[in-house]
Structures are given as C-alpha cells and as structure tokens.
C-alpha cells in the first residue's frame, strides 16, 4: 500500500518526541532522511492530516497532553480491485491470460506458432523451426504465453504487485514502456543462451520490474516502490533455485533462466538510471 508524505521538515529537527507521541496515541508511522530533510510517512492522507494538526500545536509551543488523546484515525480503506487506475497492468494481465488459454487449448497449432519467437511446425517426428525475420512482433509476444496454471498464477499475482507500483507511482506509459524493453530484452536474451525452442512467460519482465523497482526506491529513495529485502531475497532466491536446475527434479520443467537473469539486469540499469537522472533534473 502506498504511503503519504505527512511531514517535510529540516534534518535539525528534533521529531523524536512527537514520533514517541503519535506512537503512544495509536498513530503508526515511520520518519526516513532525504537530501537534509526528515520525510514523515503514514498509512492515509486522513492520517497525515492528524500529524500536520498535532505538529503545528507542538511548533508553537502548545504542550502535547499527556492524558489520553483522542484522535479520528480512520482504518486504512480495503483495497479494492480498482483495475480502472491501472490500465496497462490489468490490460497485461488479459493478455497474459489469453496467451495462457492458446497455450492449453490450441492442439491442432493454429495460434500458438504465431505467438512464440521461434515460428515453428509439427512435421511427423517432431518440431521444425525457423528463423523469426522480419515478423518483429515475435520479440515480444512470448511474454504473453504460460504453460501451466501455477506459472500464470505465479507470474499474475507478481504482475500485479509491481506493475501497479510503477504505473500509480509513474505513470501508465513507464511501465508499458518499461514493459517492452524488459520483455523484448528477455526474449533475445533466452533465445540466444537458450537455443532454439518454444519459451514463453511473464518472469522475465517480473525479475526487471523487480530490479526496477528496487534500484528506483534505494537511489532516489522512495518507499512507494522499494521492495522489501525479505521479498528481494525470496526471489532472488528462487532465481538461484532455478540455475542450478532444482526445479527439472522437482518435475515442475526447465525454466527459461536466460530471460530472468536479463530481465533482471535490465531492471536494475533502466531503474538505477532513470533514478539518477531525475535526481539529477530536480
């Protein structure tokens, strides 16, 4: 859930008797520094209207009470689905979705060649492959397939936490543009480690929305898009599971670790170099 600035006040200041105030009277928050300023964070702007309403009485001189004090402090809203606020990454989800329904239903190959990055036939034996050409959109479109309902579901739910981070914090455009960079990046990146063969998944693009958003929140920093070390190192973690081929034992199949490792890196330079540059435009 994204977090609301409530305070913005010199380094100098002294904030820790109102922080132990607000914590005493059941208002959660956290305080971070940012280029000589204190930020005070809390869960809703009702909140941050409390804090600015207490500091204000605390900076003239008014003595905090030490009786009990009664503050409104509405419980953050339950999140509704709200898919209309993020188009581009509920309209990503369809579309996964979709590639995931041709990858299960179409056995007579009418469909899936068309969407992989190899184009490929059924001869007899077995697979023919050919060369992409010039059908471009072959460089992304693999993204969309998933075979398996444990890939799409793993993949959506991930899909949806990060690419609603970068698209309500951002913008709609950055994160689809962040989107085709990662993905077609992936692709080209598992189609030449990995050879010629029919591959598919969002993971590419989760592992760089993912070093996207980490760089972003450590470097410029904002908590809004920071993703909790616990988090990093879980998929960091399942990525290392991955190289070393645990899951073909597990009999859950190869995995396409070219395209997260490249999404990956490709996350971490697009975020650490976007952060820099707008550090360096304010």
Known sequence: MAEVEALNVSIDEDLQPLSEFLWQHGLPHRVTEFRGRQVLWVRAPQQAEVVQAVYEKWRNGEPLPEGPLRLRVPRPATPRL?????????????????????????????????????????????????????????LF???FLHFGLLHITFNMLWLWDLG????????????????????IGSNIAQAVYGGVSVFGGMSGVIYGLLGYCWAW?????????????????????????????????????????????????????????????TGRQR
């Open 141 to 143: 479109t693999p993204v």
């Open 217 to 277: 929140g450590r470097l410029q920093p904002d908590p809004r898009l920071l993703v909790p070390t616990p988090v990093l190192a879980i998929m960091l973690g399942w990525l290392v599971i991955c190289l070393v081929g645990f899951t073909e034992i597990l009999g859950v199949g190869a995995v396409a670790n070219a395209a997260h490792v490249g999404g990956l890196v490709m996350g971490l330079i697009l975020g650490a170099g976007g952060a820099l540059l």
């Open 164 to 183: 609603r981070r970068v698209e309500l914090v951002q913008s709609g455009w950055r994160l689809l543009g962040i989107t085709l960079l990662i993905g």
């Open 82 to 138: 709200s898919w209309w606020r993020v188009p581009v990454t509920f309209t990503l989800v369809l579309l996964s979705i979709a590639g995931f329904l041709v990858a299960s239903l179409d056995r007579n190959l009418q469909w899936l060649p068309w969407l992989t990055f190899f184009p490929f036939d059924y001869r007899g034996t077995g697979l023919v492959f050919g060369a992409p050409g010039d059908q471009y959109w072959r």
